[in-house]
């Protein structure tokens, strides 16, 4: 246990090191399969809530209602695969999509008589499909101008390639969420799109926290010969991983005390809107952070002409002291292995070769 507890402080003075940096090939494949899965879960179509495509919402309140029960009366009065959901207060909601052919107060009115209730305890709101479209115009324009922003600050405060690098690490985790929650067929809300926005938030977080701390590793960088840049940004990926894994691990309880105690096992439907995104962004901002956008920015800087001169002198450098080292050995091997009345003439003939006498033997 202590020693796990000292892994942060070991990894900050560069005692031990895991090279993400230099296995930057097989974090982009396992990037690249995610993806594709993921791309594969859009192309079959997200599960558009209400407020994007339309429709009608039933809210009903009936004390000991279970949503199993509920959605049997459901199917039994609207034709179009009503979806059945709990409320955070103990109320019933049913969507009705716009091919219901029912009117909403038929529907209404006959929910009611299935259900046992007074009909003024059944609540209906219609929502057309144009006010969707602007919804989604709004969800889409916000993350535009999101990424815009993040873009040209990182540009700013730092330089286009740690930009481009948090791009795509942006990138990346968006469409895995997205993907994710187009294969387990969750239903997409305003509620959703609001986790979208958060869960960016918190991925461009982390990766700066990390750019942070490799801009101050590589400061003069190019006056030395013993790192090349890619092993300084792991060494300062190193630095802040365990910070890295200690908020996401921080971060994802509660989210994960949302998703699986909230709307799992309370059956609190509404709640698994916000909480899967949280839950899958939290968890891909954080690798895509360590396994994405740095050693994509290692492998940007290492097209630059002064770090490749940088890594030829490093290796030169390298080179050299490690046939340095192989032939000093090789030498005094070679005193070991003569005897030892040679040794001593050897040496007392170098020194009086120093002197400037000639050897003379008594």
């Known amino acids: 246990m202590s020693r796990f507890s000292n892994l942060g402080h070991r990894l900050y003075q560069g005692e031990i090191s895991f090279d993400f940096v230099g296995r930057r090939k097989l974090w982009y494949s396992i990037s690249g399969v995610i993806v594709l899965v993921a791309a594969i879960g859009l192309a079959m179509g997200l599960h558009l809530g209400i407020e994007f495509k339309g429709g009608s919402v039933y809210t009903v309140t009936k004390p000991g209602l279970t949503v199993s029960q509920a959605q049997e009366k459901a199917d039994q009065v609207v034709s179009s695969h009503p ?11 049913i969507q009705v999509s716009t091919d219901e052919p029912k009117s909403s107060d038929e529907v209404r009115s006959q929910l009611a008589e299935k259900v046992g209730v007074p009909l ?4 209906a709101q219609v929502i057309g499909p144009s006010w969707g479209k602007q919804i989604s115009n709004k969800a889409l324009t916000g993350l ?3 990424m815009i922003l993040v873009t040209a600050y990182l540009a700013i405060a730092f330089e286009w390639r740690m930009a481009v690098a948090a791009l ?8 895995i969420t997205i993907g994710v929650y187009a294969l387990v067929g969750f239903e997409v809300t305003p509620g959703t799109v609001i986790g979208f ?3 960016l938030g918190y991925s461009l977080y982390d990766t700066v926290v990390v750019f942070d701390t490799v801009k101050e590793n590589t400061k003069g960088l190019a006056k030395q010969n013993k790192l ?9 990926l190193n630095q802040t991983l365990v910070r890295s894994l200690n908020t996401t691990v921080v971060a994802l309880l509660p989210v994960a005390a949302l998703l699986f105690i909230g709307g799992g096992l309370l059956g609190a439907g509404t709640l698994n809107d916000i909480s899967l995104a949280l839950f899958i962004g939290l968890a891909a901002g954080a690798y895509s952070s360590i396994c994405v956008a740095t050693p994509l920015l290692a492998q940007l800087k290492e097209e630059q002409p002064e770090m490749k001169a940088l890594r030829k002198r490093v290796l030169q450098h390298r080179a050299a002291a490690a046939k340095a080292e192989d032939e000093g050995p090789a030498d005094e091997t070679a005193d070991e292995g003569q005897p030892a009345g040679m040794v001593g003439q050897r040496g007392r003939a170098a020194g009086s070769r120093a002197k400037g006498r000639p050897s003379t033997k008594r």
């Open 83 to 93: 979806l059945v959901q709990s409320t955070d207060n103990g109320k019933i909601r």
């Open 168 to 175: 795509v690490a942006l990138i990346h985790d968006l469409l």
């Open 120 to 123: 003024d305890t059944v609540e």
């Open 144 to 146: 535009v101008i999101f």
């Open 228 to 236: 090349t840049y890619s092993e300084a940004a792991n060494a300062g």
């Open 197 to 199: 926005l958060t869960i």
